[in-house]
T-cell receptor, first 113, second 111 residues
């Protein structure tokens, strides 16, 4: 079983829709949870990060972490064509004296005008 | 502006040549990382360094080497021993366990 599972998509939605992106994970030691947006041929851009469980909102983006279910989500409200990109989830936690980062393989999102 | 710079953006090399990719950060982060990204495979960790003059192998270190002589800099050398070097290389940095920031990447093509 992979440590992080993320649906690769592609996910196509009309402009203005609410988008829900999700990841599940298996390692209960993960403490930090991150979402990145990556445009084609660019480096990933950090969108949101949260520590432990709960919700965090930033403009049109909301990140949710449910540690009991080992499930994280990113919601995008009022989606725009400029949101079309690949979204990566990531998490980190202590492992053998260091911090390990694990990334999902990414979900491709297309927002249609 | 704080951030991570990688150079060059595109790099072309002949098979059998070593090549060094540059990564510099001014975020005052202790830890730096190198990843390789191939289509459909996600990010794979090559090397990481948590402190100056120390670094550890990641999941796919064979054919690569690094150095960490300064806190700000973490260059990656792709050696001729790396069997499939053509890829998109990403450098990242963080403080211990917290959010990780990425550079813009270097696309290496070896023919």
């Amino acid at each position: 079983q992979k440590e992080v599972e993320q649906d690769p998509g592609p996910l196509s939605v009309p402009e203005g829709a609410i988008v829900s992106l999700n990841c599940t994970y298996s390692n209960s030691a993960f403490q930090y949870f991150m979402w990145y947006r990556q445009y084609s041929r660019k480096g990933p851009e950090l969108l949101m990060y949260t520590y432990s469980s709960g919700n965090k909102e930033d403009g049109r983006f909301t990140a949710q972490v449910d540690k009991s279910s080992k499930y994280i989500s990113l919601f995008i409200r009022d989606s725009q064509p400029s949101d079309s990109a690949t979204y990566l989830c990531a998490m980190s936690g202590p492992t053998s004296g260091t911090y390990k980062y694990i990334f999902g393989t990414g979900t491709r999102l297309k927002v249609l005008a | 502006d704080g951030g991570i710079t990688q150079s060059p953006k595109y790099l072309f090399r002949k098979e059998g040549q070593n090549v060094t990719l540059s990564c510099e950060q001014n975020l005052n982060h202790d830890a730096m990382y190198w990843y390789r990204q191939d289509p459909g495979q996600g990010l794979r960790l090559i090397y990481y360094s948590q402190i100056v003059n120390d670094f550890q192998k990641g999941d796919i270190a064979e054919g690569y080497s690094v150095s960490r002589e300064k806190k700000e800099s973490f260059p990656l050398t792709v050696t001729s021993a790396q069997k499939n070097p053509t890829a998109f290389y990403l450098c990242a940095s963080s403080n211990r366990g917290s959010e990780q920031y990425f550079g813009p990447g270097t696309r290496l093509t070896v023919t």
